[in-house]
């Protein structure tokens, strides 16, 4: 089944545990947890504390992704604060290999970022030791941006490898997708969606995922 993951970059801030109740009603897979510190993207957002607070009040698994310079230096913090899948970007990572090892060695999903200029063959050497992939199909900073074409071969070619390999390593497709693209982002190989602004802007919760378990039956 092709997990949903609505990113709550997108959601209201002000209510955000009543949020995360309504999301999870709605039967949502995974949480993903957009964490920027202005340096690697321009834009700022939260820290380990408020995804400490979030996994105080949810059963939901917790997808956090780091757009941070240095990310090996906060890696831990975040584990401490109840991940339970973690990714890096590779263009943020020094000591990459390190970094999964420490992830997975923690026991949680260990993840690379690949944003939309980077090759899916820049994770031929590390690709056997990942538990997920997050394919960025926006430039990573913002919520609401539309869906870069050319992410469709990416995922595909990424696909590819991982067959080759008879790898299990997930693809976690990022940015732009809404219900219009689900199926054909699913089609090329993704198999967990995040949703931000078509998931947090929608009417009803579980009516758009319903309508997404349909799209992607
Ligand atoms: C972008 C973030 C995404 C973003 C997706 O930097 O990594 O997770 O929240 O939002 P939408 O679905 O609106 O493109
Ligand atoms: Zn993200």
Redesign the pocket.
């Known amino acids: 089944m092709i997990k949903i993951a609505p990113?709550i970059?997108?959601a209201d801030f002000m209510r955000l545990g009543e949020e995360i109740k309504a999301a999870e009603a709605a039967g949502i897979d995974l949480f993903?947890i957009?964490i920027?510190d202005g340096h690697f993207?321009p834009?700022m957002t939260i820290g380990p504390s408020i995804v400490e607070a979030i996994n105080k009040i949810t059963d939901v698994p917790l997808d956090v992704?780091l757009?941070i310079e240095e990310p090996d230096k906060y890696v831990k913090d975040f584990i401490n604060a109840g991940a339970d899948y973690l990714a890096v970007h590779i263009e943020a990572s020094v000591h990459a290999h390190r970094t999964v090892q420490v992830i997975k060695e923690s026991g949680i999903k260990a993840g690379i970022a690949l944003n939309p200029a980077t090759p899916a063959c820049s994770l031929d050497h590390i690709l056997q030791d990942l538990d997920f992939v997050v394919l960025?199909s926006?430039?990573?900073?913002?919520?609401?941006?539309s869906f870069i074409p050319q992410s469709m071969d990416k995922i595909k070619i990424l696909k590819k490898l991982i067959q080759e390999r008879g790898l299990s390593t997930l693809i976690e497709v990022?940015?732009?997708?809404?219900p219009d693209n689900a199926r054909q982002v699913a089609d090329a190989g993704a198999d967990m969606l995040?949703?931000?602004?078509?998931?947090f802007s929608s009417k009803d919760y579980g009516t758009l995922t319903k309508k997404l378990r349909e799209v992607l039956k």
């Open positions: 990113s970059l997108s993903h957009d920027m993207v834009n992704h757009m960025m926006v430039n990573p900073g913002f919520g609401g941006q990022d940015g732009g997708v809404k995040v949703m931000g602004s078509a998931f």
